[in-house]
């Protein structure tokens, strides 16, 4: 079907090449109509067809983006950080938090939930302590007694103490905060001016959190914590980045990583039995990719023991870390090649493409990443550049995900209208929108990141239609099996009509 459009499409545009060249003195406006709607009937939900309610619901959001277009600060060209409060007043984005969009595919375990929910609840309970590193970051641990000093940090402090002796504790707050975010209030560009200084301060951000967030109940109440804001963002089913690390009791005992999936697992039947139309939760095993050779091999064995014993929740595996200084996936072909080699299935979610390093090894890890059947790409900012990986990658429906604001504040991209994803868009590409780590970016949910996608390079174009394919992409090329896709599919079909019948006037 595919095949015969495009053909269908490569006889309208000869032509009408074929006119225009049959020397007329002016363009026949037909032919410059036909031309315009071949272009839009390519685009993603560019085949939809519209109720007519959804057409007034169109009609509105065209004039919406019109307002928008036409503001001097315009959110998509400006950096997240100073866009942020300028998008929460448009109504447009107050449109896009009520719909339902459907499933946040590409997400962090420790990056879901917003600061201030681990500042105001985890270290303000009790056995909380905390020094200060040599180089001016923080280190948390919950212990019952008093822990033993760290390398290169203050000898440890109950917060309870601390705060118990100050007057006003919401500057120590803020401060905190300020440790386990990349947002700032200063300017972007002075305090994060290159990759490398950021992804320094991303990865300080999470040895900053790691404390508080592998400590056994503040694990759980982070984790129903984040399902909670990303369902009242609207999003029903979500599949989540897990390191699986080890998780302590205020004893300092500690558990394995199927204790740790099996403690995801039964938070998400919690969830899902309080919230029904949330429809669940996967979980994709990650390891970071700094690791050696023998290091990965242990954790695709890991791997693969947990899809097997836990085949409902575990949807495979992936790596994390900056691709850039971390190894190429080709280092680890032989770990890769486990599962294949014995059998089994353990399907990859390879981030690839996360960069601007044009032809070096780690550009190669797109194409890497199709030959080892990746069954979707996480970022896949480099993919215009491999015009094989993104044959490949439409061929197999193997879905990029884009996470705009991620690929803004890690300075791949600064105009949202010119990212990439705008010519994968422009031609219906198998993608779908994600936001990777709100809680790093002063994000939450996946509202920003639907909005950046809409009006920045989804440009005026990008319509009601545009937004329902991307609602269905991301079942569509979820790891639910084909029936858990019709029935989550069904679902969202309820809520996006309440949501169209409320809204189209
Ligand atoms: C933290 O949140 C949990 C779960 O929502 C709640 O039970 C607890 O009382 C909160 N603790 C603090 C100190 O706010
Ligand atoms: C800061 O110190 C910690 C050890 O406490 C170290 O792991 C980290 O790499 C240092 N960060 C920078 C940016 O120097
Ligand atoms: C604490 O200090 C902050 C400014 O640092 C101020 O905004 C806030 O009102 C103060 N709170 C109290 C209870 O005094
Ligand atoms: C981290 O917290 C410490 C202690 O409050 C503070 O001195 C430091 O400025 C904070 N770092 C950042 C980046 O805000
Ligand atoms: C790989 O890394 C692990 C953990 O850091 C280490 O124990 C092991 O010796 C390393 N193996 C090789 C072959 O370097
Ligand atoms: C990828 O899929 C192909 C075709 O199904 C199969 O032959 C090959 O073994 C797979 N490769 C890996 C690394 O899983
Ligand atoms: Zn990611």
């Avoid at 203050?154 to 803020?174: F, G, I, Q």
């Amino acid at each position: 079907m595919e095949v015969s459009l495009h053909r269908r499409h490569a006889v309208v545009v000869c032509l009408l090449l074929c006119c225009l060249a049959g020397g007329l003195s002016s363009p026949d406006p037909r032919h410059r109509e036909a031309l315009i709607q071949l272009e839009v009937s390519m685009q993603t939900g560019g085949q939809v067809v519209l109720t007519d309610a959804e057409k007034r619901l169109d009609a509105l959001l065209f004039k919406m983006k019109q307002e928008e277009v036409s503001r001097a600060d315009f959110p998509p060209a400006m950096h997240f950080f100073r866009a942020r409060d300028v998008i929460s007043t448009s109504p447009i984005f107050k449109l896009l938090q009520k719909m339902p969009k459907g499933g946040a595919l590409h997400v962090h375990d420790f990056a879901m939930v917003e600061v201030e929910w681990l500042v105001k609840n985890a270290t303000y309970r009790p056995h909380c302590y905390m020094c200060f590193t040599d180089n001016h970051s923080i280190r948390f641990i919950f212990s019952a007694r008093p822990p033993a000093a760290l390398p290169r940090c203050s000898p440890w402090t109950l917060l309870e103490n601390l705060r118990a002796k100050m007057v006003n504790s919401t500057e120590l707050d803020n401060s905190l905060m300020a440790n386990m975010t990349l947002f700032t209030d200063q300017d972007p560009e002075l305090v994060y001016p290159s990759q490398d200084v950021i992804w320094k301060t991303f990865e300080q951000c999470f040895r900053a959190l790691w404390g508080l967030v592998t400590y056994a109940p503040v694990f759980r109440d982070y984790y129903y914590q984040g399902l909670s804001q990303f369902y009242r963002d609207n999003v029903m089913y979500m599949e989540v980045r897990a390191l699986l690390p080890e998780i302590y009791e205020l004893d300092g005992s500690t558990h394995d990583p199927a204790w740790t999936l099996k403690t995801y697992q039964e938070v998400t039947r919690q969830f899902t039995t309080e919230h029904p139309d949330f429809f669940g939760v996967r979980m994709i095993y990650t390891i970071h990719r700094g690791v050696n050779a023998s290091t990965m091999a242990g954790a695709v064995e890991e791997a693969m023991k947990l899809q097997r014993d836990f085949p409902d929740i575990m949807a495979g595996f992936d790596m994390v870390g900056r691709e850039d200084s971390g190894r190429p996936l080709w280092y680890f072909k032989d770990a890769l090649s486990l599962p294949a080699g014995r059998g089994v299935t353990l399907p990859y979610f390879f981030h690839a493409g996360e960069t601007d390093l044009e032809g070096s090894e780690v550009d190669q890890n797109l194409l890497d990443a199709l030959l080892f059947n990746t069954s979707r790409i996480g970022h896949g900012f480099a993919l215009l550049r491999h015009p094989v990986a993104k044959g490949l990658s439409r061929k197999r429906g193997v879905a990029v995900e884009v996470c705009p604001i991620s690929n803004q504040v890690m300075k791949l991209v600064k105009d949202l209208r010119n990212h990439p994803a705008a010519a994968l868009m422009s031609e219906n590409h198998p993608l779908v929108i994600s936001s990777d780590d709100p809680g790093m970016f002063g994000s939450s949910g996946l509202s920003y990141d639907f909005y950046e996608a809409f009006v920045g390079f989804g440009g005026m174009r990008s319509n009601v239609g545009s937004l329902i394919e991307l609602a269905f992409n991301s079942i569509r090329y979820s790891s639910l099996t084909p029936k858990q896709q019709q029935k989550a599919l069904a679902l969202w079909q309820r809520k996006w009509d309440t949501f169209v019948s409320e809204n189209a006037f």
